[in-house]
């Protein structure tokens, strides 16, 4: 099974997602200034620490081991992760989803705990779907499953299917075709997703006239950085992606440098990058320099490597567990820091 992809893509999505998170809502043209370029992590004392991206990213994961190919049984164990997540008190969570926990916690059923919102919480979490899953109508089936959980509007879901498509491309393919990927994509989401397709189109025919992913985000009308819109996020994603299709240094760089929600689109690229090029071709230094309790780097592999071992075929593999106690600690020093951040920005250089 892919080891390789499914390693790499958790990883990348902890790194971007780290990387980016200290440039999360300043404006492009203030960040260099506030925090200098992102090259390495900012979070604290040079070390990164990592959000909601990632953790969704992991709980995809987990749940994918526990349901034996069974959408249904995913979705049940999705579902129950992230009640306990909210009641953890992650900081920066996304208003739809914190409003979706709620109504689980209320006794909605999964089916029907979604908001109708078209943010892009489906398509941080969609890169793992496309670095663990061959069979691409059963990966869509989990897409949609896991996106309708929180967000009923199809615009989220159809942010989610090309960043898992992307992801799936990537680990498949040495040499990217974008407009085979864009294909899939078309099939995948039907008419419904005209919009998206045009935005995907001129995606790469900005990467195909050698523009920077910065100047197709301020086409957009993106000059103040990326929103948490997912018809705005995933383009510009994409955008990075096929630029840098083999340089994930590069690939990452560029979308946190387009300002606005960062860590997200940090950690799409970072999800689609490493499902390619696997931990080995993730800059160590932004690896080892992240900073987490209890879900380490080290706890992201085995998990990864359970996933993996599961979709092999291996019905004794479990996943990894963290103690809750460990993760409202966590959280509690993670919202101080988080603070200390926007506190920080209230003072120059503006």
Same mark, same amino acid.
């Given at each position: 099974?892919?080891?390789?992809?499914?390693?790499?893509?958790?990883?990348?999505?902890?790194?971007?997602?780290?990387?980016?998170?200290?440039?999360?809502?300043?404006?492009?043209?203030?960040?260099?200034?506030? +925090?200098?370029?992102?090259?390495?992590?900012?979070?604290?004392?040079?070390?990164?620490?990592?959000? =909601?991206?990632?953790?969704?990213?992991?709980?995809?994961?987990?749940?994918?081991?526990?349901?034996?190919?069974? %959408?249904?049984?995913?979705?049940?164990?999705?579902?129950?992760?992230?009640?306990?997540? $909210?009641?953890?008190?992650?900081?920066?969570?996304?208003?739809?989803?914190?409003?979706?926990?709620?109504?689980?916690?209320?006794?909605?059923?999964?089916?029907?705990?979604?908001?109708?919102?078209?943010?892009?919480?489906?398509?941080?979490?969609?890169?793992?779907?496309?670095?663990?899953?061959?069979? %691409?109508?059963?990966?869509?089936?989990?897409?949609?499953?896991?996106?309708?959980?929180?967000?009923?509007?199809?615009?989220?879901?159809?942010?989610?299917?090309?960043?898992? @498509?992307?992801? $799936?491309?990537?680990?498949?393919?040495?040499?990217?075709?974008?407009? +085979?990927?864009?294909?899939?994509?078309?099939?995948? %989401?039907?008419?419904?997703?005209?919009?998206?397709?045009?935005? @995907?189109?001129?995606?790469?025919?900005?990467?195909?006239?050698?523009?920077?992913?910065?100047?197709?985000? =301020?086409?957009?009308? @993106?000059?103040?950085?990326?929103?948490?819109?997912?018809?705005?996020?995933?383009?510009?994603? $994409?955008?990075?992606?096929?630029?840098?299709?083999?340089?994930?240094?590069?690939?990452?760089?560029?979308?946190?440098?387009?300002?606005?929600?960062? =860590?997200?689109?940090?950690? $799409?690229?970072?999800?689609?990058?490493?499902?390619?090029?696997?931990?080995?071709?993730?800059?160590?230094?932004?690896?080892?320099?992240?900073?987490?309790?209890?879900?380490? %780097?080290?706890?992201?592999?085995?998990?990864?490597?359970?996933?993996?071992?599961?979709?092999?075929?291996?019905?004794?593999?479990?996943?990894?567990?963290?103690?809750?106690?460990?993760?409202?600690?966590?959280?509690?020093?993670?919202?101080?820091?988080? @603070?200390?951040?926007?506190?920080?920005?209230?003072?120059?250089?503006?």
């Amino acid at each position: 099974m892919n080891h390789h992809a499914i390693i790499g893509c958790i990883l990348g999505t902890a790194v971007g997602d780290a990387l980016g998170l200290p440039y999360e809502g300043v404006s492009p043209t203030r960040s260099p200034r506030l +925090l200098g370029p992102p090259n390495r992590h900012r979070f604290f004392f040079r070390r990164g620490m990592i959000s =909601d991206d990632t953790e969704h990213t992991c709980m995809v994961a987990q749940a994918l081991i526990d349901a034996c190919d069974d %959408v249904p049984k995913f979705t049940r164990g999705f579902a129950r992760r992230l009640r306990w997540w $909210i009641l953890a008190l992650p900081a920066g969570v996304g208003k739809a989803t914190a409003r979706s926990g709620i109504k689980l916690w209320l006794g909605a059923s999964p089916e029907k705990a979604g908001v109708f919102s078209a943010g892009n919480g489906p398509a941080m979490r969609a890169a793992i779907f496309g670095a663990a899953l061959d069979d %691409v109508p059963s990966m869509l089936n989990f897409v949609r499953a896991c996106s309708r959980l929180t967000h009923s509007d199809p615009k989220a879901e159809h942010g989610a299917i090309a960043v898992a @498509l992307a992801a $799936i491309h990537s680990r498949v393919h040495k040499k990217i075709d974008a407009n +085979l990927w864009l294909g899939e994509v078309v099939d995948a %989401v039907g008419e419904g997703g005209t919009e998206l397709i045009d935005l @995907l189109r001129q995606a790469i025919r900005s990467v195909d006239a050698g523009k920077a992913t910065k100047t197709f985000a =301020d086409s957009l009308g @993106l000059h103040r950085g990326v929103t948490g819109y997912t018809y705005h996020t995933v383009p510009v994603a $994409i955008h990075a992606w096929l630029s840098s299709p083999n340089d994930f240094r590069q690939a990452v760089t560029s979308i946190i440098e387009c300002g606005g929600d960062a =860590d997200t689109t940090a950690a $799409i690229v970072g999800g689609i990058m490493g499902a390619s090029v696997g931990k080995e071709g993730i800059p160590s230094e932004w690896l080892d320099r992240i900073w987490e309790w209890p879900r380490s %780097v080290f706890w992201m592999e085995r998990l990864g490597e359970s996933l993996a071992n599961s979709l092999d075929g291996d019905s004794a593999v479990s996943s990894p567990t963290i103690n809750p106690i460990a993760v409202l600690l966590r959280n509690l020093l993670f919202l101080s820091i988080v @603070l200390f951040h926007g506190f920080r920005r209230l003072a120059p250089p503006y």
